[in-house]
Structure formats: C-alpha cells, structure tokens
C-alpha cells in the first residue's frame, strides 16, 4: 500500500507542475507561425515513441553525479538526483509531457480564432484574452491533459526503474511492486495491487472520453 | 486609465490601405483604396471577395496594411511611413462580425461588460443597464447564447460593441438572415443611439435591399479598387450599373457574343469572350453578332469532379481550377475555361470531391441562372 501511495503522490505531482508548464508551451506550438515549429513539436512528441528505458537511460546520465543536472543539484542542494522522488518527478515530467501538451494544443486550436479576434477589438490583451476565453473554452482539454499526465505517469515502469531503482517508500512505485512480488512468486498481492490500478485507469480514461463526448460538459451544448 | 471614455467627439475616419494577400497558387489579390468615413451610417457595398472584410480588418487593427494611413481625426492609428501600428486593443474601434463571435461561455450581459474591465464595478453595472435598455435585451442579461435566438444574439453582439464607447463601429453583414421588420428594428435603435454620440458607422453589405433602406452614403468596392462613392441614388443608378450588377452579387461578369437565336426554345446561344466556350443564354433584345454581358452568381453554379451525364442544365463547361480561396465557411474556386469563373463551393464540397488547383473539372450552368446585363 505504501508503494500505491507513493505512486499516487508521484502521479499528482507529476500532472500539477505539466499543467503547469504545459500551458505555456501548449499556447506557443498552438499559435506561433514561426517556420521550425515542427522541430519543437517534433521534440515535445518524443517520448510517445522512444522506449522508456532510452529516455531513463539519458535522464539517469543527466542527473548522475557527473551529469549536468546531477552536478547542479549537489551544488544546490549538497546530494544528488538520481534515485531520489525529486528525480523521479523530473523524468516523469519529461516521460508524460506529450501526454499532457497535445490535448491542450488541440483544444487551444480549436476556438474560433473570430473570439480572439472580438476579444482583441474589445480591448483584451493576449494575456486577458487567454484567462477569458481560450482556458474557460478549453476546459475539456485541460481536464483531459491532467487526467491523462496523472494516469500516463501512474502506470510509467521503464523511467523509474531506471531513475529512481528500487527503494522502498522513495521510488518504490506501484508498477514496480506490482513485478518484484510476480519475481517473489506473490501472486495474490501482485493480483490485488494489479486489480487496483486497472480500475483507477478504466474510471480516469471514462472521464476522459465522457469530458470530450460532451456528457458533462460546462455550458449547455448549442 | 482611460480618461477619454465617455466623452467621445464626432471625429471622421479616414484610410489610405494598400495590402496583397498572398492566395496559394498563382492568383494575388490586391486592395488598393482610399476612404472617408464622416460620423452616421456610410454603406460598404460589394460582392464576396471585393475586398470588405479585409478593409473592415485593417480600420479594426487586425491585418496590417502593407502600405497606408490609418486615421480617426487628428489621431493617428497606423502609418506605415511613420511605422504606427496601434495594437487593435488599443484602438477603441468596435467591430460587429458576420458570425458576431458572442464568447459561449459568458451570459448575455457577461458578453456586454467583457470590454469594461477598465471601469470601476458600479459604472460598469451602469453602462451595461443603459445599453441593455437602448437595444431592448434588459430580459435576457443571464441567457447564454447557445439559448438565444438570431435577431437576439445580434442585438447583443452590437451592445457589447457600442457599451465600450468607441470612436468608429464597423459592422461586417450583421444583419444577414433577418427578416426586413426586425432588420428595421435593429436599425432603428442602432441610429437613435448613434444620434446621440455621432460616430462613423461602416456598414458592409452586399445585399441592395440594405442599400435603399439604411444608406446615407455608400462606397462601393470591387475587386479591391473603390469603383464609386456618394449617395446610394448616384452610386447605383449612374451608368455604371452593370459594374455594380457584379457588386450586387454577381460575381461573374462576362463579354460575350451571340451566335444564334432560338425564338420557339426562348433561348439564345453566345460565345463568351475569345474562348471557344459556348453556352445557352436565356434570350434578349440582341441580333447575331453583338455583344452582351452575361452576369452569373458564383453561387448558382454547380462544379463536379468528373464529366456529369443526364443533367437538363444546358451549358457543361470544362475547364482547369486555377485557385482555391477559403473565405470563413465558403470556398471561391477560381476556374478556366478559357475565360476565369468564379464558383462558390462548400469546404466539405471540397473534401468530399478532393478539389486541388490545376485539377479538371466541369461546370454546369443552368440557361436561367445566367443572366442579361446592360
């Protein structure tokens, strides 16, 4: 149950500091022109086709003690990165990053650039303009980038074993108790915490696809 | 921060615009105009694609103008030898869409206070109640729009425009799909709020109707070039009526001479312009061999992929599409058939048949949607 806890705590970390930078960057690849966008895009896509163990490989190296980071944070703050929960949430914000940018690309795309336009000549600076009408009209978008960054980083095996090992109520997640116990021959409580995490996914990706069906929805369909 | 609020003076408009727009392929399109706007109702009058939205988004600080002057009175909005380019927030021009782009999310009088944020809690509460009773929605404040009906999502649209107090009001066929009565009604409350601040008023539309109904003044445009401005009697009735035959809608105007007459059908047969293509023509006052002027709407043509059979429409055309132009929820497919066709298709029309320029394709041109001029 620790290790549920631990992963829970992870995951929620993890979708607060996404949504976080996510919208920043979501706004820019949504509404610059600039010619090399697709470089961008190309990077912040990434990690939906590299093994995770290729991105934990290279994170481990950065935030080792002779990685850039690593050398960085024991500067900063006299101990390392590497198989500790700071780490962990580091390469899982890398690791879930696509998942929480797209769909708030898509959905910032999808208003009617005429709104921006109205809130333009009624005087609303880009920055007003983006509270008022782009985040309240893209709130499926933004339920939907929370819900998958939380479930996507839950169930992440490959980047924490390789970052953050195996410490017991450190970096000991869920997934990773779920195989030590199958290696252990424990097949009940591997089934029980299996159990679990199936049913957190089902129920997060039904409010997924019910928030972008309309079935709740903050203002009444036209 | 905003001390000139509340106390606007009747001050006129005036733009010097020149702007291309890069259209993909080959075709650019050049607006080259220069208008005056003195305070109270002046018509901008022309077909789709001559050019009104584009001005209408230049005055309003949307689209910078390649070259030109910008002006409300003695401020300058945008000068492109001075480098002024005013921001569109800080114009105070207010801009009534086609599509009046209500925020779907907000409540009718959340819509109508979205420009206030200026202004201290009570005065806003003011204005909004002053606004809401000049244009008659004082009962709807807590709708959103999705619960409105047309006519009522119009007046909305024009109250969260004027309640900002600006200096010019640009209406971009705010009106379309009213009835004449509410059209009226609309506009009457629009003129006696206009009698007491007496600011310029652009009006674009291409529909004669609102022409004869509200115009003081009217310009119109064609193809990015003011063919005619003044009062709307002298505008459309002078000779150039059959230039402003395409302003009122038809947007292809073709020479053609006729080849024979076919009394007993009441059709004749023309040949447009120097190219070989020849349709059937409703007949008309003309003897072999003159030449008339065949107005068709881009509209009333029908475009398909491959060569159709079995139609009573009388005139295949076949030609090449030179260009495709997206304009809001309309395409206009410029086409060659020896003389260029303007055809107006759907986007889905456009997916569905896989449209790309330099494709083949005929067009189908029923006898009584071509029509006689001059």
């Known amino acids: ?222 | 921060m905003d001390p000139v609020a509340g106390e606007v003076t009747a001050t006129m408009l005036t733009a010097r615009i020149r702007k291309e727009l890069r259209v993909a392929g080959a075709s650019s399109f050049l607006l080259d105009v220069s208008i005056e706007v003195s305070p109270g109702i002046t018509i901008l009058f022309g077909a789709s694609g001559a050019g009104k939205s584009t001005l209408l988004d230049c005055v309003a600080g949307l689209t910078r103008p390649d070259e030109g002057r910008i002006a409300v009175g003695a401020d300058v909005l945008f000068d492109s030898s001075l480098e002024i380019h005013i921001p569109a927030p800080k114009r105070r021009i207010a801009y009534v869409f086609q599509t009046l782009a209500l925020f779907p999310h907000l409540s009718a009088e959340e819509n109508v206070v979205y420009g206030l944020k200026h202004l201290r809690e009570e005065q806003r509460r003011e204005r909004a109640e002053a606004i809401l009773r000049a244009f008659h929605i004082e009962k709807l404040r807590k709708q959103k729009p999705g619960e409105l009906s047309g006519g009522e999502k119009q007046r909305i649209a024009l109250a969260r425009s004027l309640v900002t107090e600006p200096r010019v009001l640009l209406l971009d066929e705010p009106l379309t799909g009213l009835d004449a009565e509410r059209k009226v009604a609309i506009v009457d409350d629009l003129r006696a709020w206009n009698t007491a601040k007496g600011i310029p008023i652009l009006y674009v539309t291409h529909s004669r109707e609102e022409v004869d109904a509200l115009g003081e003044r009217v310009i119109a445009l064609e193809n990015g070039s003011v063919v005619s401005a003044g009062v709307p009697m002298d505008v459309l009735d002078a000779p150039r009526r059959k230039k402003l035959a395409q302003a009122a809608g038809f947007e292809n105007l073709l020479s053609a001479t006729v080849l024979d007459l076919r009394e007993a059908d009441g059709v004749m047969r023309v040949r447009l312009g120097d190219s070989p293509c020849e349709i059937e023509v409703p007949l008309g006052y003309a003897a072999v061999g003159d030449r008339v002027q065949v107005a068709v709407r881009a509209g009333d043509i029908l475009l398909a992929a491959e060569r159709p059979h079995g139609l009573s429409a009388r005139n295949l055309i076949e030609g090449r599409i030179i260009s495709l132009e997206r304009r809001g929820t309309m395409v206009i497919a410029r086409v060659d058939c020896g003389v260029t066709f303007v055809v107006h298709v759907t986007p889905g029309a456009v997916r569905a048949l896989d449209l790309t320029a330099g494709q083949r394709v005929w067009l189908v041109l029923k006898t009584y949607s071509c029509h006689l001029v001059d």
């Not at chain 1, 880009?126 to 980038?145: D, E, H, K, N, Q």
């Not at chain 1, 839950?154 to 290696?183: H, K, P, W």
Request: positive net charge.
């Open chain 1, 1 to 222: 149950m620790e290790a549920l806890w631990l992963s829970m705590k992870l995951a929620a970390c993890v979708a607060a500091i996404l949504l976080v930078i996510g919208m920043p960057v979501a706004y820019w690849l949504a509404y610059s022109n600039w010619r090399g966008k697709f470089l961008l895009e190309s990077l912040v896509a990434l990690p939906l086709v590299l093994p995770p163990t290729v991105l934990g490989f290279y994170a481990l190296l950065a935030m080792g003690p002779r990685g850039p980071l690593g050398k960085l944070w024991i500067a900063l703050f006299g101990h390392g990165l590497a198989f500790t929960f700071t780490g962990l949430i580091l390469a899982s914000v890398l690791y879930s990053f696509p998942f929480a940018v797209q769909p708030l690309i898509v959905s910032f795309e999808g208003v009617d650039q005429k709104l921006l336009d109205a809130s333009a000549v009624l005087g609303a600076g880009s920055l007003r303009t983006f509270w008022r009408v782009i985040l309240p009209l893209s709130l499926p978008g933004v339920v939907t980038a929370v819900v998958l960054s939380f479930a996507h980083t839950l169930g992440e095996f490959g980047v924490v074993l390789m970052v953050g090992g195996n410490l017991a109520g450190v970096t000991r997640t869920v997934s990773i108790d779920i195989y030590d116990r199958v290696q252990s021959l424990q097949y009940a409580e591997a089934n029980r915490m299996a159990l679990v995490l199936l049913a957190i996914s089902f129920s997060v990706l039904s409010v997924v696809y019910a928030v972008n069906r309309r079935v709740w929805t903050p203002w009444p369909a036209k």
